[in-house]
């Protein structure tokens, strides 16, 4: 059963809604993959699931609850996490104080969850008293992504997590994601990186102008003809 | 040609690029690849005026340019563009490429009073330009969109455009594959190696985009840690074992099938 899913989407900033009848569906513990043209409303499509974008028509349910237009704040609650693109972390706090501010809505003791997130990124732990804004591109995405999950979330997402980095972190971000999701956390994420996001992917979705045009299986849409030669860059090797 | 020799340059404590020495051959397309955070940006900031060096110097076709701002440089021919896009997000996308081409004559008041048919004759041009500009890089569509409503990926697009707008014929790229759909982008590598060819444009492009960098570039400077650690065609630095260890990590051997 689904844990996440979006039917029939409208949405936008106000102004002509961008989303024009967008589908998604991510089911727990797999990797969902959004590609598509620049333009398309990739991120506006994750954007409306976590309440950033306005929802005019369709619904979303997460683990079966509806969540349409539900505020962010209270999406982190119920268990989704959400690492933006661009300016994601905080530049003057620690490695330690940004996964701390993820924690800010727990009671709890969250230094195990530290610990955890270090375990995951051993290039985080020797960083941990240095500010975010001194690391490199994928340090910098290591934390941001570290921060979602300091809420334990049933569900991360994540735009662009390898966009800017050099060939060596882009494997170890898409080792890391892999590793996430074999923990039991689901993983919905926009990548430019197409190929390579759809061979770590279960299900993959191509969205154009709006509209989800394909919706397959990771493999089944690296094969698709259609699929590879107008949004994958020609047909693969 | 770019020749840059010895160049430093610090913020406070830290030496984000250190005694950096490398050629930008004319004509050509060269790669400047490195980890993240290796000092590839600073490098392009320092050459391209936006920063001042603490040492070293950078010579423009034979000519001093060391410590020169950036439009002093840019009416020299030599531009760059950003890695986060800077588009001017309450101009529209035809306006953000038509603002580009420097000495407009509108811009002197006293033409744009009473010699307002060559102004309009210009504008003309120039719009013109922008139009075949926006049709090289599919943006017709959303020539009238208000820039700040793009997506990331379409920025970088204008971005580009405004770099073709711009009759600069020296052109430092900021990676500009990075958040650009494969489809696409393999249109805009077509694009550059268009212009480098046929209108004997110079570039030098940073990239992590390894089929990027595989098909444009003649030759690929390798940063690490601030310092230039070598130079080569693609072949050679990829077989490097130091660019292997500092850069490719451990799927060097298939980093030019590995997408992105």
Redesign the interface.
């Known amino acids: 059963m689904s844990l996440l899913r979006a039917t029939g989407i409208h949405a936008g900033?106000g102004?002509a809604d961008i989303l024009r009848g967008a589908e998604l569906e991510v089911a727990a513990n797999e990797i969902a993959v959004i590609?598509?043209?620049?333009?398309?409303g990739?991120?506006t499509l994750m954007k409306a699931v976590f309440g950033l974008a306005a929802v005019h028509e369709g619904s979303i349910t997460f683990d079966g609850s509806a969540i349409t237009n539900h505020a962010p704040d209270r999406l982190v609650r119920g268990g989704l996490s959400y690492v933006p693109?661009?300016r994601n972390v905080f530049a003057s706090l620690t490695v330690s104080e940004n996964l701390d501010m993820g924690a800010f809505t727990r009671r709890d003791d969250t230094t195990a969850d530290r610990e955890r997130i270090f375990s995951i990124f051993p290039d985080l732990a020797d960083k941990r008293r240095q500010p975010a804004g001194?690391?490199?591109?994928?340090?910098r995405q290591m934390v941001a992504i570290g921060r979602a999950l300091m809420v334990r979330p049933r569900l991360l997402m994540l735009d662009?997590p390898?966009?800017?980095?050099?060939?060596?972190?882009?494997?170890?971000i898409f080792e890391r994601i892999a590793a996430i999701r074999d923990e039991g956390v689901a993983v919905l994420m926009v990548e430019?990186?197409?190929?390579?996001a759809l061979h770590a992917a279960d299900r993959g979705f191509v969205l154009v102008n709006g509209q989800t045009r394909f919706a397959d299986t990771g493999d089944a849409l690296l094969r698709n003809r259609e699929v590879a030669?107008?949004?994958?860059?020609?047909a693969g090797? | 040609m770019i020749e840059v020799r010895g160049l430093t340059r610090t913020f406070g404590g830290?030496v984000a690029v250190d005694d950096c020495s490398l050629d930008i051959a004319s004509g050509r397309i060269t790669g400047l690849?490195?980890?993240?955070?290796a000092g590839k940006t600073t490098l392009f900031n320092t050459i391209a005026g936006y920063f001042r060096p603490d040492s070293g110097t950078v010579r423009l076709d034979g000519v001093d340019v060391t410590g020169l701002p950036a439009h002093a440089l840019f009416h020299r021919g030599l531009m760059r563009t950003f890695?986060?896009p800077r588009v001017f997000d309450r101009m529209s996308v035809r306006e953000n490429l038509m603002v580009v081409p420097p000495g407009q004559r509108g811009e002197n008041m006293l033409a744009a009073w009473f010699a307002p048919r060559p102004v309009r004759a210009q504008d003309a041009d120039i719009s013109a330009r922008a139009d075949e500009v926006l049709t090289t890089l599919n943006l017709t569509a959303?020539a009238d969109a208000r820039a700040g409503?793009?997506?990331?990926?379409?920025k970088?697009?204008v971005e580009l455009g405004r770099a073709m707008m711009s009759g600069c014929r020296t052109i430092l790229l900021d990676?500009p594959g990075?958040?650009?759909?494969?489809?696409?982008?393999?249109e805009l590598a077509g694009h550059i190696e268009r212009l480098n060819r046929d209108s004997g444009y110079t570039f030098c492009i940073i990239e992590?985009n390894?089929d990027l960098v595989a098909r444009l570039c003649d030759r690929v400077v390798v940063m690490s840690e601030g310092r230039v650690l070598t130079a080569g065609t693609f072949d050679e630095v990829r077989a490097d074992p130091t660019v292997l260890d500092?850069?490719?990590?451990?799927?060097?051997r298939t980093?030019g099938?590995?997408?992105?």
Do not use: C, W
Request: aromatic share 6%.
């Open positions: 900033y102004g590609v598509g043209p620049n333009g398309a990739k991120s693109q661009e001194q690391l490199s591109g994928g340090q662009e390898t966009a800017g980095l050099s060939p060596k972190f882009v494997d170890q430019q990186n197409a190929r390579r030669e107008a949004f994958l860059g020609g090797p | 830290l690849i490195g980890p993240n955070g890695q986060i959303l409503n793009l997506s990331g990926g379409q970088k697009l990676e990075a958040g650009v759909n494969p489809t696409l982008l393999a992590h390894m500092a850069y490719f990590g451990h799927t060097g980093a099938a590995s997408g992105h």
